[in-house]
């Protein structure tokens, strides 16, 4: 009788620390972004980030069993931040470009876009292509993927480099350059919010860069990304993504 009563309490034992271990999450650091909205932006009401890509982080968290710390910090230094460990994830308006990939891997997209040319209400003039701005002055955000190609075209008098989207629509609100290229999702959402009353998308323009926004992790985090991608499909398929993405405008 006793030794059914200790192999009773060892199996309830087990069975207790099983469930403790299935129950608890590990907590993994994301790095993301204060002034990308509707992906991801700073909340004044919770002071903390919120948009797409933190909804989007917080689902996959949930089904693959993890839960996102949100890390703030700007653009540029996401990827230097990923590659030394202070944080373990990437969500934010990230394009996942041919670069990028040599260093930090990619999830499946999540989004896909181009960039968007900003120029004041005032400007009338329909710009298709870099050629017909040719000796402007224009902006773009440090670490997107429109610096190189906007500096490579050789077709600007001067391409001014930005830290943040704010400060550069700001210049070009307060007629300090000519034009500037963001990303369009993250630049129309500000006009539409009335941010910027001087400015406007110019709906002609044709985008250079059109790329799918993306989840990233290190290279040797296989197992995470291997991870991420199923939630991914899943949260596709069952209509929680498109369902973020319709919240903040993007459907």
């Known amino acids: 009788m006793k030794l059914k009563f200790l192999t009773i309490a060892a199996v309830m034992t087990a069975a207790a620390l099983t469930a403790g271990a299935a129950g608890a999450q ?3 650091k994301v790095g993301s972004t204060p002034t990308g909205s509707p992906f991801t932006f700073l909340d004044a009401k919770t002071n903390t980030i919120q948009g797409v890509m933190v909804d989007i982080i917080d689902a996959v968290g949930k089904d693959a069993g993890f839960t ?4 703030a910090m700007p653009f540029s230094s996401l990827i ?5 460990k202070r944080i373990d994830i990437i969500s934010a308006a990230m394009f996942a470009t041919a670069e ?3 260093v ?8 896909s876009y181009g960039e968007g040319l900003v120029v004041p209400k005032t400007d009338d003039k329909a710009y298709k292509s870099f050629a017909d701005m040719k000796g402007m002055t224009v902006g773009v955000e440090v670490g997107t993927a429109f610096v190189k190609p906007v500096q490579d075209s050789g077709m600007f008098k001067e391409v001014k480099l930005y830290d943040t989207t704010t400060d550069l629509m700001a210049d070009i609100n307060a007629g300090r350059i000519q034009a500037g290229f963001l990303d369009f999702p993250i630049a129309a959402y500000a006009i539409g919010q009335g941010k910027f009353p001087k400015l406007k998308m110019d709906r002609a323009y044709k985008p250079v860069v059109v790329n799918g926004v993306a989840i990233a992790t290190r290279k040797d985090d296989t197992a995470l990304l291997a991870s991420i991608n199923p939630s991914l499909a899943k949260l596709q398929a069952n209509g929680t993504i498109p369902a973020i993405l319709k919240k903040w405008g993007l459907d």
């Open 26 to 28: 590990q907590t993994l």
């Open 68 to 71: 996102p710390k949100i890390e």
């Open 80 to 84: 230097s931040s990923l590659t030394t």
């Open 100 to 102: 990028r990939k040599k």
């Open 104 to 111: 930090i891997s990619f999830s499946n997209p999540v989004y």
